[in-house]
């Protein structure tokens, strides 16, 4: 029995002996391509995945084997190799994302923020970074101040990224949608906007609430009133998203497309108290510039419909004059093609929703087609 154990053992040393010079000798393989001549992006990222395949078959091995080992080594070396590589091709913005991303599941939060620094240094206009920066400081740090910062900025140095300015409004609208949900704020009247932009952004009171000291008795009553101050403010009642709309309006010359987009956008956020004022000032800003065109028809009729529960009787009170208004809209539109293909992008889907009525589907199903051969499609 001894012997059998002293045999197993030796297996084992030998068996991990083994592998350990496997691992070197891929490691210096690694090592001689990157500082070779021609050595490019996808070497350096070839290898940081093979370290991290090793490095996460590293630790389910101490899981199992309940040994005490530290992350720190293997954790080190990834993000030398990482920090070689943006440095030797810091035009790449692939090799900055696979950094970024590392030092995030690391939980490394110092490096993180050097390395995000870093490349928004490096590369300034490129506006998916930015998007990146906010989304971060918004979504993991619960940081909006930070997060409209990053948006600022970028626009700045990517004025004419169409992307900057809908996913500057959309975060607007997650960090309203998201606020109003955790202090259970319900609908409240709307607020007179406010024009400019750059000062709205840097009013950052219109995130703070000031509460009043209390005694106990009047807990509540002051807690109303403190909701009522945050449900005023520009940040909450829709005033910044609406000026980010107007801002983006005058930097494309008014483009239809582009109002469509936010149009969009802002419609998916519906249950917001706010959205309504928002929809009703894209649309209306659509009538100014396109009253005639297929777009500005198609969110004309659609704009009743948004945040009405498809499940309820109020939804049966807006289809019926839905549908005359796209009769009427088809009968006066001078691109019925267009027009139609817009509509049933909105339309069809209610056709198949489970929340609606079978009578009800059979009707929006006949409109359709009624608008399908008025356009000879």
Known sequence: MFAISISYNLTSLTNAQEEITAIASKRSDFEHVLNARGSQPSDYAKYVEYEMNLDSLRRKRVRRLRVKATAHTGQKHIFSILDRATRKFHGDV????????????????????????????????KPELWIYAARYAIDVQSDPVAARSYMKRGIRFCKNATIMYLEFAKLEMTYIATRRRIVGLGRKSAQPEEPDLEAKMDSLEADMIALPTTEVGNVNDDLERALEVLASSPAMNGAIPIAIFDEAMRQFSNDAALGERFFDMFAGFAQASCTPRILDHVLGHLVTISASSAITKSCSCRRPIIGVA????????????????IKAAMADSTCKLQLVEKISAWLSPLATAVEVASEVKIVISATLKQLFKEANI
């Open 94 to 125: 692939g090799l900055w994302m696979q950094y970024a991303e590392f030092a995030r599941s690391q939980k490394s939060n110092r490096k993180f923020a050097r390395i995000l620094t870093d490349v928004l240094r490096m590369h300034p206009t």
């Open 310 to 325: 498809l499940n309820s009787a109020d939804f049966l009170v807006v289809l019926r004059p839905i549908l005359k208004n």
